[in-house]
């Protein structure tokens, strides 16, 4: 009989922080920047600089703690890591080991499985490395300290996820969580949001862990879901030619489908913690804690709610829009200018995902403003232009931002109300289109549906379309 096997998934979550200045000196952490141009004695690693704690990385990390269920530890302290590469300008990244901020939360997911609860064993705070850049031509690497000192919180779950979709569910409820709340952007393009896999196989039935490998390099939820299937197929290959899992990191090469190891976690070296001297421990005091906890922000399943309590939106719509931070910020602003809920919501259910897919765009590269789409929806809304018409406008404002109101009259696009002029077009269709006439006549009402699309041809999308139905059955 062919032997079970199930899959056990923990994750390492990486996540840049929103915060203007970095975590322990006040160099920008703007994404982009001219190499080494975001840099002072702090953040690479000079002698005798001494580093100073970003407040505002506690209470992003605290934010995120209490919204995914964490004790908040309130007495923690810095450790120092000690690792020597050369992204790395101190030979140490200073990280919480000992006493993390935040531990043992959990997320609710839903899968095609159901619902669950992924445990967090903990989260902590720690700076970013720098970047390697290797130079083909020269053979050569250089290294861009701008990332350098960077905030980051590290969230590490336990080993609750059985299957790519699981961990996917996990990561997209995490990323909602954290922009909900604006501790970060979580691009997972521009690296602000990172994940890497802890992966091990066992038989089925049995309680006891396979031996697990770290899958690294992974920036998008479909290179996530692919490394976890090609990693589990190689585990299960193994074990079936009775050979053994390593305990190693490996790297994912999405491009080639493929995972090769890095380095082997027998080898991997001490990293010698111990309490950081030059940062004095946090102490959080329950007022502070009341205080992070009082700005939380109103997030996405009351949001879905109230959607459809205060909107009268159906429960498909409130799922939508509330599924991306961009896209509630943008119903919202736009619906409290035109008061057209429902009318907004299709705008943006319809149009806008479709230009954004059509564009190979994300929701938050939107730059279309509430007040042009607001304006938009009331020129359709009113019939001052038809649906043909705002479809090609609102192309503009997707694309440019332009004001819908001034290009209409600039273009004269406002639908044609008047009477002569529809009749003489419907006219001159109906002399052009003697079949069409013919069949109308003899009970086919799909004839006048033609007849219709012709004259509004003519009047180039402009006409009223309920004028010209009534002009061209007063006519027949």
Excluded at 200 to 224: D, Q, Y
Aim: hydrophobic share 35%; proline share 4%; charged share 30%.
């Amino acid at each position: 009989m062919e032997r079970q096997y199930e899959t056990v998934i923990g994750l390492e979550v990486h996540v840049e922080l929103a915060t203007k200045t970095k975590i322990f000196c006040g160099c920008s952490t703007a994404f982009g920047g001219a190499p080494n141009s975001h840099t002072c004695p702090v953040c690479t690693g000079m002698p005798g600089a001494l580093p100073v704690l970003n407040k505002k990385v506690v209470e992003h990390a605290m934010a995120v703690g209490l919204a995914t269920g964490c004790t908040i530890t309130q007495y923690c302290k810095f450790d120092r890591k000690n690792y020597f590469y050369p992204d790395n300008p101190q030979n140490y990244q200073i990280s919480q080991l000992y006493l993390p901020i935040c531990r043992d939360g959990g997320v609710e997911i839903e899968t095609s499985a159901g619902k669950k609860t992924v445990r967090i064993h903990e989260i902590h705070m720690e700076e970013d490395a720098g970047k390697l850049v290797h130079d083909e031509w020269e053979d050569a690497s250089i290294v861009d300290y701008n990332r350098s000192g960077v905030p980051l919180i590290e969230i590490v779950s336990e080993p609750d996820m059985r299957s790519a979709e699981e961990v996917i569910a996990c990561l997209e409820k995490l990323r909602l969580i954290i922009q909900y709340l604006g501790a970060s952007d979580c691009k997972l393009n521009e690296g602000s949001m990172r994940a890497d896999v802890n992966l091990s196989v066992r038989e089925a039935g049995t309680e006891e862990f396979g031996t697990r490998t770290e899958m690294k390099n992974l920036n998008s939820f479909k290179a996530i879901a692919r490394a976890i299937e090609g990693e589990r197929t190689r585990q299960i290959e193994l074990l079936e030619e009775g050979r053994q899992v390593m305990r190693e990191t490996r790297r994912w090469d999405d491009n080639k489908e493929v995972s090769y190891a890095m380095r082997s976690k027998e080898d991997a070296q001490d990293y010698r913690y111990f309490p950081e001297p030059d940062l004095v421990p946090v102490a959080i005091s329950d007022e502070w804690i009341a205080e992070v906890k009082a700005r939380e922000p109103e997030m996405r399943e009351e949001k879905r709610l109230r959607y459809q309590e205060e909107f009268g939106l159906p429960e498909y719509d409130a799922n939508i829009l509330t599924g991306d931070k961009s896209f509630a910020d943008l119903f919202e602003a736009a619906t409290a200018l035109c008061k057209k809920p429902k009318k907004v919501s299709n705008w943006i259910m319809v149009e806008t995902i479709r230009l954004l897919k059509d564009n190979g765009m994300a929701p938050d590269q939107l730059h279309m403003s509430p007040v042009n789409l607001a304006k938009l929806v009331t020129l359709a809304d009113s019939g001052t232009v038809t649906n043909t018409v705002a479809k090609e406008v609102f192309e503009l404002v997707f694309k440019e931002d332009i004001d819908p109101e001034q290009y209409v009259k600039e273009h004269g696009l406002a639908t044609v109300n008047d009477d002569r002029a529809l009749r003489a077009a419907a006219e001159q269709v109906i002399r052009e289109n003697p079949k069409s006439v013919q069949d109308y006549r003899n009970g086919k009402e799909k004839a006048i549906g033609f007849l219709v699309g012709q004259t509004m041809k003519a009047m180039r999308g402009k006409a009223n379309p309920g004028m010209v139905n009534q002009i061209l059955r007063e006519l027949l």
